[in-house]
T-cell receptor, first 112, second 116 residues
Framework: SQQGEEDPQALSIQEGENATMNCSYK?????LQWYRQNSGRGLVHLILIRSNEREKHSGRLRVTLDTSKKSSSLLITASRAADTASYFC????????????FGAGTRLAVHP | ETGVTQTPRHLVMGMTNKKSLKCEQHLGHNAMYWYKQSAKKPLELMFVYNFKEQTENNSVPSRFSPECPNSSHLFLHLHTLQPEDSALYLC???????????????FGPGTRLTVT
């Protein structure tokens, strides 16, 4: 069964609004990563948060991690049309070095 | 440009053909990966190589055969594929996480494979 599951599956917002995507996972992890993918292209790493961290920021991105609830969220503030893409969380399971398990992703559409 | 290149970008092959996908990274990484991305399915890890040694084979059918001659190059040899193997095949690289945990992965643009 899938380790990471994103919610919602699809999100449609207007430019300037904030976008929040959630990820839940099942087993203990070493770290959790968020990636972005433009249609039919390779994935681009956005941010990595380790299991002993609770929050990280990078530009307009804010990631939180709650290991007790086995969940993470990605917040994109002041969204832009260029943020339109699919966003994936990926977890490195404890004891599974270099092995990332990806979720199904959230498709974000930002309308001008 | 992520520093990871893949060729070809598009490939159409019949079920009896033999072809190879190539991946090259210019980042000095020592871990490389093959992933399969099918429509409406999560990204599936296929193989992991650390320091040229295969450390993960995620129950991939033998019609997919990986090869890692050095830390910069990774191949995926394909033979007698099935139509359901049509997908986007992505290569990625990273610093080896054997001691410190998984690092961020850098992905190539992918090869769009269609099996007819």
């Amino acid at each position: 069964s899938q380790q990471g599951e994103e919610d919602p599956q699809a999100l449609s917002i207007q430019e300037g609004e904030n976008a929040t995507m959630n990820c839940s996972y099942k087993t203990s992890i070493n770290n959790l990563q968020w990636y972005r993918q433009n249609s039919g292209r390779g994935l681009v790493h956005l941010i990595l948060i380790r299991s002993n961290e609770r929050e990280k920021h990078s530009g307009r991105l804010r990631v939180t991690l709650d290991t007790s609830k086995k969940s993470s969220s990605l917040l994109i503030t002041a969204s832009r049309a260029a943020d339109t893409a699919s966003y994936f969380c990926a977890t490195e399971v404890s004891g599974g070095y270099n092995k990332l398990i990806f979720g199904a992703g959230t498709r974000l559409a930002v309308h001008p | 440009e992520t520093g990871v290149t893949q060729t070809p970008r598009h490939l159409v092959m019949g079920m009896t053909n033999k072809k190879s996908l190539k991946c090259e990274q210019h980042l000095g990484h020592n871990a490389m990966y093959w992933y399969k991305q099918s429509a409406k399915k999560p990204l599936e890890l296929m193989f992991v190589y650390n320091f040229k040694e295969q450390t993960e084979n995620n129950s991939v059918p033998s019609r997919f055969s990986p090869e890692c001659p050095n830390s910069s190059h990774l191949f995926l040899h394909l033979h007698t594929l099935q139509p359901e193997d049509s997908a986007l095949y992505l290569c990625a690289s990273s610093h080896s996480g054997i001691l410190a945990g998984a690092d961020e992965q850098y992905f190539g643009p992918g090869t769009r494979l269609t099996v007819t």
